[in-house]
């Protein structure tokens, strides 16, 4: 395990959250773009009741637009880490993409264990390059196969414009209806890639931020910008997505517009993070790449910290 910490201060986003209407149902928004001048108060995230998601639950992938082959990788990597049984002590490489993962498990309902689903590619685009409204996203989600033990992840590719991507959002996670009399609820949610349109924005901490201090920028773990960005928000939207599936789960503020298990934790990576500092990180030797968390055959990954409802405070590996 490299014990090498990467310290470079860079400027903190604020994961703030906004309200999207979505055939009636809300859904919680993931967006790094605002900025954390002071340190905020204490996050404390309640229950409120509602059903979580527990037990098995299957992550489909559909890959919107023109991704390679290493890119499908990289986040069907990611997919099949976070349940993953941990390695052999003596191959032990580091904190894990599944422990990251199984602070989930300490909510209430003891969490869900993940597998990887169906891949689709609609390299065609289907629905066009856009701009595609949160309606097309839902729907999307529905054609790939929708029922309550699967998420569908919505991933778009770097030049396919969502409405209102960068603008107030680099990810939603919601929920809808379908079935046979459309009363059975499933979830799904979408990422952009942030490559092209809004680096400064949803790509934090591996492009200079838009606003403030043009500190450089983090190296990637696995040299993709948009793609390791991506994983951030899908990361952060798949934690909300079990702990607050349908707007009554674990939450604090507005329904609809609350910060949730990874949103609490507004802009921390690693352990000693502070406004404008993520924190202490690992450093790959050989590529310089930061991260926190290690993943099946040793892909890296830097994930969000996650809020912990045993001791009330963000929860990182490093």
């Known amino acids: 395990m490299d014990d090498n910490r990467k310290k470079k201060p860079a400027l903190l986003p604020l994961l703030c959250l906004a309200v999207l209407t979505l055939l009636s149902d809300q859904a919680a928004a993931f967006n790094p773009r605002m900025l954390f001048l002071v340190k905020p108060d204490p996050i404390v995230l309640n229950d409120h009741g509602g059903e979580l998601l527990t037990g098995n639950l299957t992550v489909n992938l559909l890959f919107y637009g023109r991704f390679t082959p290493a890119q499908r990788a990289i986040v069907a990597d990611f997919v099949r880490s976070l349940s993953a049984p941990p390695p052999p002590l003596r191959t032990n490489t580091g904190p894990s993409v599944a422990s990251w993962w ?85 979830t799904y949610l979408w990422a952009g890639n942030p490559a092209q349109q809004c680096p400064g924005q949803c790509a934090w901490p591996f492009h200079q931020p838009l606003y403030g201090p043009q500190t450089p920028p983090l190296v990637p773990p696995n040299g993709d910008v948009g793609v390791d960005g991506m994983v951030i928000s899908l990361a952060a939207l798949l934690a909300g997505t079990a702990t607050n599936p349908y707007g009554d789960g674990y939450y604090q503020g507005e329904a609809g517009a609350g910060l949730e298990a990874a949103t609490a934790c507004a802009g921390v990576f690693g352990s000693g993070a502070y406004p404008g500092f993520s924190g202490n990180l690992l450093t790959d030797p050989v590529t310089g790449g930061s991260y926190n968390a290690v993943g099946l055959g040793g892909r890296k990954y830097l994930l969000p910290a996650l809020w912990d409802p045993t001791t009330s405070q963000c929860k990182t590996l490093v």
Not at 102 to 121: D, E, I, K, V, W
Not at 169 to 186: M, S, T
């Open 102 to 186: 199984r602070t989930t498990s300490l909510y209430r309902g003891g969490g869900a264990r993940l597998r990887l689903g169906a891949q689709f590619l609609d390299a065609r685009m289907s629905l066009g390059r856009g701009p595609l409204s949160p309606a097309n996203v839902t729907a999307l989600a529905h054609a790939a196969g929708h029922h309550r033990g699967a998420v569908t992840a919505v991933l778009t590719a770097a030049d396919v414009l969502v409405t209102p991507f960068c603008t107030s959002r680099c990810g939603v996670h919601g929920h809808a209806r379908g079935g046979a009399h459309g009363k059975a609820r499933y």
